[in-house]
C-alpha cells in the first residue's frame, strides 16, 4: 500500500464525456443527440432509438447503437418523468392481463389457436418428464438478495441467520420442516427453538400476508418493479428454484451455460436466418395462476402455490395477486424457463422436426425460424405479449443474453452504468468505457483514435500518481490475468474491474524483465464488515453456513481505494491501440 497524502480530484461532467463519444461517432443520430443535450432537453434524447430494421450494415447500426447506449443506462441521466407512477402502472397492467388470462383460460372457451387443448396437454407432459414428483423436503437456501425482514444494509448473511423466518400462512409448516431436518442450527440462531433437538416452536414464527412492491433502477427511462418476499418463504422458493434448475440441467438445458449457447445461435441465425430470437414483455409478471395450474403436474402445483405469496401490498394496500409469482420470487426465472421451454416443445411436437433445435432462457427464447410464428401466436393465446423491439424473425440481426449479432459482426454497444460512488473509480470507469467504445468502433482490432481526445481529458482529471495503467486483460486484485479467447470487443469490461486504466503498452512504462511487467493497480478496503455477534448460537449458525470469522461486507457498504502493485503481466504494445 502507498501512503500519500489525500489527492483532490474532481469526475468530468457527464455532458462533457458524453458530448466527446458523440462528436467522436459523429452520425447524424450522435448529432441529435448531441443538440438535445446541449440544450438540456433530456426526454426527448431518451426517447431516440437505433432500430435494426433501418440499417443495411452492421458498422452503422453499431455506431448509432452506441450513442443510445451511451446514455440509456447512464446513472448520471435523470428524467422529468415519475418513473416510480410508470412502474406501478405497469404493475397494475400486469395483473389485468394475468386477470383476463385467468378468465380465459378457467373458462376453457378456445377462441384462438384451434388446437390450444393439445399444445396444452404436451406442454403439461413435458414437464412432467422434467420435474418427476416433488421431493420429500426441499433443501432451503437464503439467496443473495433482500426479504421482508432483512434489506438494504442488513441484507447479509449474518443478518439473515439471526432474523426469524416470518412467512404466509399456507408456507409456514413447509417452512418449518425444511429448517427442522436441514437447518438446525439457524432454528436455533433465530430464536425459534431452543436446543437442536427440541422441536421449532411453530406459534413463534410471524405471519405476514405477503410480498411487498418496490422498484428498483432499470435504465434512465424506466424503474423495475419486484416484489420483496417474506423472510422465510424466500427460503423454500430458492430451494424449489434450485431443484428445478437441477432437473433443466439433468434433462440437457443446463441454465448456467445456456448464454454461451445462445450466443452462437444468435450469430448463426443472424447469418442464415435459420434461428430466430424472442423475447417478451413483462414475462414474469404476466404468468397467470391459471396457466401454471394447467401446465404444472397437481403435486406441484400444490407445493408451489403454497410457498408463493398471495397478496402483495403496494401502495399501502394489500391486493390478492392475479400473477403465479413475481420477479423477486426465488423460484420465478426458474419456472419461467421450464414454462416456455415447455410450450415451445409443445410447438415442435406438432409442427416441428425432430432434429429442430429449442432453448429457453428466462423469457429469452430461440427456436428455428419456420416455427417462430407458431411460438408467437401460442404465447400470446397463454397470456404473453412478445416485446417487438427485442423480438428478431426476419433480418440480419438477432439478439439473446446480451448478445448482439449483424450478418454475424458481433454489434452489442457499450454501456456506461454502475458508475463508482468514489470519483478516481469512477474516472478509470468512464476512461475504460471510451475506449472500449473506440476498440467496439475500431472494428475489434485497434481503437479509433476518434475517441482519443476524449479519452485523454478523462485521464487528465486523474492525478497523476493515482494513475494505474494497465492491460485490457486485467483481472481480480488478486494478481490474476484474464485469458481472453475472443476478440476483446465481443466482451464487456463491465464484467472486469475498473482497476487500470487499460491502454496499450509504452516504453515509458517501468518494465522487470523481458515481456513481465510491474503494474500497479486500485484495491478496494471496505469499512464497514458485519461480524457475527457474541451470542454463541449465532456464530455457531454463521460458521456451519461458511461465514468467515473476518464478517462479511455488505451491499452498498462504504470503502477507500488504495494503490497496490502486481507482477508477471503481459502486455504488448499493439493490444488496445489507438489506429495511426
Known amino acids: 500500500m502507498i501512503k500519500s497524502k489525500p489527492v483532490q480530484q474532481e469526475l468530468i461532467p457527464t455532458k462533457t464525456y458524453l458530448q466527446g463519444i458523440f462528436e467522436a461517432i459523429g452520425t447524424p443520430k450522435a448529432l441529435s443527440a448531441s443538440i438535445l443535450l446541449k440544450y438540456n432537453e433530456i426526454d426527448q434524447m431518451l426517447s431516440l432509438e437505433a432500430r ?17 447506449a451511451s446514455f440509456r443506462k447512464n446513472p448520471a441521466i435523470g428524467s422529468t418523468v415519475d418513473l416510480e407512477a410508470i412502474a406501478v402502472e405497469k404493475y397494475f397492467r ?3 392481463k394475468c386477470k383476463d388470462t385467468n378468465d380465459y383460460l378457467r373458462g376453457r372457451k378456445y377462441v384462438g389457436l384451434t388446437n390450444l387443448a393439445g399444445y396444452l396437454y404436451s406442454a403439461k407432459n413435458f414437464i412432467q418428464r422434467i420435474l418427476g414428483s416433488v421431493p420429500t423436503i426441499i433443501e432451503p437456501d437464503f439467496g443473495p438478495g433482500a426479504s421482508s425482514a432483512c434489506r438494504g444494509f442488513e441484507a447479509t448473511i449474518v443478518h439473515k441467520l439471526s432474523t426469524q423466518p416470518e412467512c404466509t400462512l399456507l408456507a409456514r409448516s413447509l417452512v418449518v420442516e425444511s429448517i427442522r431436518v436441514l437447518l438446525p442450527a439457524y432454528a436455533v ?14 406459534e413463534s414464527i410471524p405471519l405476514v400476508a405477503g410480498n411487498t412492491f418496490t422498484t428498483v433502477p432499470k435504465d434512465s427511462r424506466s424503474r423495475r418493479g419486484i416484489c420483496v418476499e417474506p423472510h422465510g418463504n424466500i427460503l423454500t422458493q430458492k430451494g424449489a428454484g434450485n431443484f428445478i434448475r437441477k432437473r433443466l440441467k439433468r434433462a440437457g438445458w443446463d441454465l448456467n451455460h445456456l448464454p454461451l449457447l445462445h450466443k452462437e445461435y444468435a450469430r448463426m ?14 414475462a414474469s409478471d404476466t404468468i397467470s395462476i391459471e396457466l401454471v ?3 404444472l403436474p397437481p403435486d406441484w402445483f400444490d407445493f408451489l402455490n403454497r410457498i408463493r405469496s398471495h397478496k402483495t401490498r403496494i401502495n399501502g394496500e394489500w391486493l390478492k395477486c392475479e400473477k403465479f409469482s413475481s420477479m423477486g420470487n426465488g423460484f420465478t426465472f426458474e419456472l419461467e424457463t421450464l414454462i416456455f421451454l415447455s410450450l415451445c416443445h409443445a410447438v415442435k411436437l406438432e409442427r416441428g422436426q425432430k432434429e429442430d433445435i429449442i432453448s429457453v432462457f428466462g423469457d429469452d427464447i430461440i427456436v428455428p425460424t419456420h416455427l417462430s410464428h407458431c411460438v408467437i401466436d401460442l404465447l400470446k393465446e397463454c397470456g404473453f405479449d412478445t416485446n417487438p423491439d427485442k423480438t428478431f424473425v426476419d433480418g440480419p440481426f438477432r439478439e439473446s443474453c446480451g448478445f448482439d449479432f449483424f450478418s454475424g459482426v458481433p454489434v452489442r454497444p457499450t454501456f456506461i452504468k454502475e458508475v463508482s460512488r ?9 476512461a475504460n468505457r471510451i475506449r472500449e467504445i473506440a476498440y467496439n468502433l475500431g472494428h475489434n482490432s485497434l481503437c479509433d483514435k476518434r475517441f482519443k481526445r476524449i479519452w485523454d481529458m478523462v485521464v487528465r482529471t486523474i492525478p497523476y500518481e493515482l494513475r494505474c495503467f494497465g492491460p485490457a486483460s486485467f483481472g481480480s486484485s488478486r494478481c490474476t490475468f484474464r485469458s481472453i479467447e475472443v476478440p476483446f470487443g465481443q466482451l464487456s469490461m463491465d464484467s472486469l474491474n475498473d482497476q487500470v486504466i487499460a491502454c496499450e503498452y509504452k516504453p515509458s512504462f517501468k518494465c522487470r524483465k523481458g515481456w513481465s511487467f510491474r503494474v500497479s493497480y486500485l484495491a478496494r478496503i471496505t469499512r464497514n464488515r458485519v461480524i ?4 454463541g448460537r449465532i456464530q455457531l449458525a454463521c460458521a456451519l453456513y461458511g461465514v468467515p470469522s473476518v464478517g462479511v461486507s455488505p451491499r452498498g457498504s462504504g470503502y477507500t481505494v488504495v494503490k497496490r502493485h502486481t507482477t508477471s503481466c503481459i502486455w504488448s504494445s499493439s493490444d488496445f491501440a489507438w489506429s495511426d
Open 52 to 68: 435494426p430494421s433501418d440499417y443495411l450494415e452492421a458498422y452503422m447500426y453499431l455506431s448509432d447503437a452506441q450513442v443510445i
Open 94 to 96: 400486469a395483473e389485468a
Open 189 to 202: 440462531s433465530c430464536g425459534i427453538s431452543d436446543t437442536y433437538f427440541e422441536p421449532i416452536n411453530t
Open 269 to 282: 441465425g443472424s447469418i442464415d436466418g435459420s434461428f430466430a430470437t424472442i423475447d417478451l414483455s413483462s
Open 293 to 295: 395450474r394447467e401446465l
Open 422 to 430: 468514489n470519483v478516481t473509480e469512477a474516472s478509470y470507469t468512464i
Open 532 to 535: 457475527p455477534p457474541s451470542d
